[in-house]
């Protein structure tokens, strides 16, 4: 059997812009003669709905969409499409909707599968939309047997997992209802499997244990593009009952792959390099989301630091530099080099470069609050002042030229609070938010790889907000070399303070005061811009924690 891999990015109730796309591949499928063209999870109306899923008026559309996508299956030619879409529940008690994979051929809808598994931890919420099936059963396509599954119903195979999440195993019944000696089994998986560094890698060993367990033939099609905070890497993948790779599809863009499933795979010892492949999601997801929510421009401040210096570069590779302005914003404490860097960096990127100096606005500032302020010392206050006068003067900015204000705040400042609400933290996209600050270092280098983007002398001053005479990051921080890698066992792990000093080597109270700061900052986090989910637990809604505690850490 031949079949096409089409990997689509859908935007989210794009109706009409999704159909028209899904008819669009179909084509291309028709053309390449397949048997069968597969796209992906929740392809009709775009991943993830949310809420929208509760709106009757949304699922109705959403099922009229089905029925123009099947009606183009009854041109001459066309091959079997299989194609994700949200259905309403068709029980009189349970959830309001259905998560499916619909067969259309000869202009028909002629076979439903209903998700079973509903993943309910970090960023997946299905449980509280969708009706889960009671079964799974096998189907034909041109007389030969194929097993259908939804995303995670693959992902429950207890012969890869230690631990499973669900006590049945759709895959399994599937594959128990297999009695024919037919070769090959096909299991086909339709997918929305969000991106994080080292998934791409764990995701093909999972479907290379599922093939070989089964002895079967794996097709995966996974979802490409970004929606809010989630960015879809594509990578869809074929294997062969060995668990080899047949075909593999293009990472982080749209492409069309025709496997044949009598082919022998390859040995296929890894993907592309992880850093190239973070860069490559922020791009996608810098770019769609500023343009799925009708935008074309990104305004970027530039401070002369390395964070928003590797914002822009890649606000630039997202949208063209003649779409991305850059505003130095110096106040009395900023030092020429870092107006002189930024400076630098616009022009190597091409990119608009504005310079309007804060130091009147903040002495004004000053002067009004002198009553209150009167006797105190300068401290905290006046710094994220400063900071909050760059907010107002992006955002005043972003309204009269409709450009989106990209934050360049990374995880390390996130997790620790060393940001300030309205200030810096004003914007609509935390680009690097879920980027820890060494990470920031490795990205931009690889934005040099070919010619210098990033100046030399950004990537080699010591950190500083500069909002104070001689300031430092390290003067509140521990080296960020310290700092990474106790927030990422902190964050990702929940790994706690003993455990942290013991592995890492540290002084455990040392551990404690940054694990306070996390707490503490909390409600900085939920206030913030929707940040691009890289790692495997992002700031946002996948980490769900309240703002008024007392956490003994």
Known sequence: MKIALAQINPTVGDFSGNVAKICWFIERATVERADLVVFPELSICGYWPADFLEKDAFLARAEKSLEEVAAFT????????????????????????????????????RFVQQKMLLPYYDVFDEQRYFEPASRQMLTTIAGAPIAITICEDAWNDKGFWPRQLYAVDPVAELMAQWNTQAAPRVIVNLSASPFWEGKQEMRRKMLAALATQHRAVVVMVNQVGGNDSLVFDGSSLALDAEGQIIARAAAFEEDLVVIDTAARGVAVSGTEDDLANLWKALVLGTRDYVTKCGFRKALVGLSGGIDSALVAAIAVEALGAENVMGVGMPSEFSSAGSIE????????????????????????????????FAGTSFGLAEENLQSRIRGDLLMAISNKFGALVLTTGN????????????????????????????????????????????????????????????????????????????????????????????????????????????????????????????????????RRFPIAVQVQV
């Open 341 to 372: 860097d930024a400076r630098q960096l616009a022009a190597n990127l091409g990119i608009r470069f504005e310079l309007l100096a804060i130091r009147e606005e903040f002495e004004q500032f000053a002067k009004t609050l002198d009553p209150l």
């Open 411 to 542: 995880k390390s400042e996130m997790a620790t609070g060393y940001c300030t609400l309205y200030g810096d933290m004003v914007g609509a996209l935390a680009v690097i938010g879920d980027v820890y600050k060494t990470r920031v270092y490795a990205l931009a280098g690889y934005a040099n790889r070919e010619r210098e983007v990033i100046p030399a002398a950004t990537m080699t001053k010591a950190p500083s907000a500069e909002l104070r005479p001689g300031q430092k990051d390290t003067d509140s921080l521990p080296p960020y070399e310290v700092l990474d890698p106790i927030l990422q066992a902190y964050i990702e792990r929940y790994s706690g303070a003993e455990q942290i000093a013991a592995e890492q080597n540290v002084d455990v109270e040392m551990v404690r005061g940054i694990l306070r700061l996390v707490e503490r900052s909390e409600y900085k986090r939920q206030q913030a811009a929707p940040v691009l989910k890289v790692t495997q637990k992002s700031f946002g809604m996948g």
């Open 74 to 109: 009854a041109a001459p030619g066309c091959p079997v499409v299989l194609c994700g879409t949200a259905m309403a529940a068709d029980v009189a008690a349970g959830k309001h909707a259905r998560n499916v994979a619909t067969l259309l051929y000869g202009g028909q809808v």
